[in-house]
């Protein structure tokens, strides 16, 4: 009979793929999605060992909060860099040194603040503050071109005319995975008490600014060149 | 804080949240740089901690240091290495204790660059830009130093 019934069973060519090729091709998928669960803990010990698996899963892990981290402080994107790679430098050379694996984000965050202000000292120091502040204050033109959501770009746009205390907090809440409140009051040295209430004034301000925006106020908040005319 | 201005500021917040990943998001080399770091792994270094960095020290407020060079000394139990880095001239100069004529590599983020110091531990490197850098000593066959990751 032709074609013949289509069962749940494999036909013999597919069969024959998955014997082949497709078998590691699957170990490695299951191997991957393992990683993928695997906690804190377990990655560090396969990567103190030299697994390139396991380190790169911690890497995906984290890299998105380091960098928000390092942002966050307003480093300019290649100085943001510098302290990411720094970050994960560290981390090599202590990875039989973390003692309690669960507190791996805090200790990632810890460095990345530590590495941030470090160079923010050093670096700042060589050319006059205003000049680095002008060089970060290009970026939302370059990112209004590089977001296509309108939306979205609202969104940044508004958000680069916030204090940059709040545009740090903002930060800190929006990294992957998620920072404690313990966490960002030690990254930002102030009360955690204090943060859930500056959260919501941020927030309120964050709001205002796009109401704003998109009723094109022109209040003169923004910096030049933000307003479309 | 009522329900609806929580739900109004979570709202918010992941708006905020999702425009940034996208304006913002962590730069390919950054995260391919960091998957390869792996590499940098040294099983039996010992680690010499950063024990002094000169550009912690509080500048008077209004001055603006007009020093371009930053003092740095790490230690382990046994060793101590203090190392300048000028950042006009991009030059770095450094000295280990006990001193003694050895091979000094200096771990960069690109690469791995080596020199020997004379009898008095004073080794140079030209040339360095900032960035990540590390200092590896192999002063015996058994016995290796490397300094912990610092950024410049």
């Known amino acids: ?229 | 804080m009522s329900e609806s201005t929580q739900k109004g500021e979570d709202k918010t917040l992941s708006l905020l949240h999702r425009a940034l990943d996208e304006s913002d998001p962590v730069p390919t080399d950054v995260t391919d740089f960091a998957r390869a770091a792996i590499s940098w792994r040294t099983v039996d270094a010992d680690l010499a901690q950063l024990s002094y960095d000169s550009s912690e020290e509080s500048t008077p407020v209004g001055v603006r240091s007009l020093s371009v060079a930053r003092m740095l000394s790490f230690e382990t139990s046994a060793w101590a290495i203090d190392i300048e880095y000028n950042t006009a001239s991009r030059l770095l100069m450094g000295q280990i204790e006990p001193s003694r004529e050895v091979a000094v590599e200096l771990h960069l983020a690109g690469g791995v660059v080596v020199t020997e110091s004379d009898e008095l531990g004073r080794f140079s490197f030209d040339g360095i830009l900032p960035g990540p850098i590390a200092l590896v000593f192999r002063p015996s066959d058994d016995e290796m130093i490397k300094t912990e990751w610092t950024l410049l």
Not at chain 1, 66 to 79: K, P
Not at chain 1, 190 to 200: D, N
């Open chain 1, 1 to 229: 009979m032709w074609p013949p019934a289509r069962s749940s069973a494999l036909e013999p060519a597919e069969t024959t793929y998955l014997r082949g090729r497709g078998r590691l091709f699957i170990r490695t998928m299951a191997r991957m999605a393992s990683l993928t669960h695997a906690t804190h803990g377990e990655l560090l010990a396969k990567a103190a060992d030299g697994d390139q698996a396991a380190w790169s899963a911690l890497v995906d892990r984290f890299s998105q909060m380091v960098w928000s981290i390092a942002r966050g402080f307003r480093l300019d994107e290649a100085t943001a860099k510098d302290v990411s790679q720094t970050v994960w430098l560290r981390l090599v050379e202590n990875l039989h040194r973390i003692e309690d694996p669960e507190r791996l984000p805090g200790w990632l965050a810890t460095t990345a603040r530590r590495e941030a202000l470090r160079v923010k000292g050093v670096r700042e120091r060589m050319v006059p503050t205003d000049f680095v502040y002008d060089v970060a204050d290009e970026s939302p033109s370059l990112e209004a071109m590089l977001v296509e959501d309108e939306d979205a770009k609202e969104v940044v746009l508004a958000f680069r005319t916030l204090h940059e205390d709040c545009q740090q907090l903002l930060r800190l809440l929006t990294t992957d995975p998620p920072l404690s409140y313990e966490e960002i009051a030690l990254i930002i040295d102030r009360p955690i008490g204090s943060l859930g209430p500056t959260r919501s004034r941020c927030l309120e301000r964050l709001k205002a600014a796009m109401t704003s925006r998109i009723s094109g106020g022109g209040s003169g908040s923004f910096h030049a060149g933000d307003d479309a005319q």
